[in-house]
């Protein structure tokens, strides 16, 4: 009988606990939604709207893009202006590589999933591979008096470690000179890339996210 018992007691306890948890759980519907809304501030109201100390960042771009039709490459040089209209003393900033999502060391390969199927096409078979020498080539990354900063890639972004800190209210430049291989949308899928119709040796191009720039810092 003991058995029985403890097995009754058990249940007893999950079916009480759960109950407790139950009426404990907070269904106001004016309740805090922790991460889901964070809690206002000087800078944001309850309501998500700008409060009366918001700030945001501001970057400024130059760019000398070159489109080349010949060998199907983007040639970029950029020159960045970031303010910080924050209240941090930033010591690195973070830019986005976005074409890094094509390099053939992207983590976006890795994560896919696919199979071979009797119907399958050549170029479906060969997007399997992943050989398209895709993602940014940085020539040089710079700061407004020619020197070389010091950079981090990981994958899609790239950290910048100043050498002073960014203060609030200051501003800081910085040149990049970069290029990438434009992908093939039609043989290896993408929503930006070229198109080639061969009855008019013509390529056509639809470009997007082709150059790095600033990600977002902001008080959320």
Known sequence: MKK????????????SFGAFAQENTNHNKFRQLGQELPTPNVYRTASGAPGHLYWQQKADYIMDITLDDDSQRVYGVEEITYTNNSPDQLDYLWIQLDQNMRSQES??????TGRIDDGMSLGEYFRLFHTFPGGFNLD????????????????TMMRINLDEPLKPGAAVKINIKWWYNIN?????????GYEYFKEEDNYLYTIAQFFPRMAVYSDV
């Open 140 to 155: 040089y990354v710079r700061d407004g008096n020619g020197e070389d900063y010091e950079v981090k890639v990981n994958h």
């Open 107 to 112: 983590q976006t390969y890795k994560i896919q």
């Open 4 to 15: 029985p018992t403890n097995s009754f007691l058990l249940a007893f306890i999950c079916l």
């Open 184 to 192: 093939d949308r039609m043989e290896i899928g993408g929503r930006s």
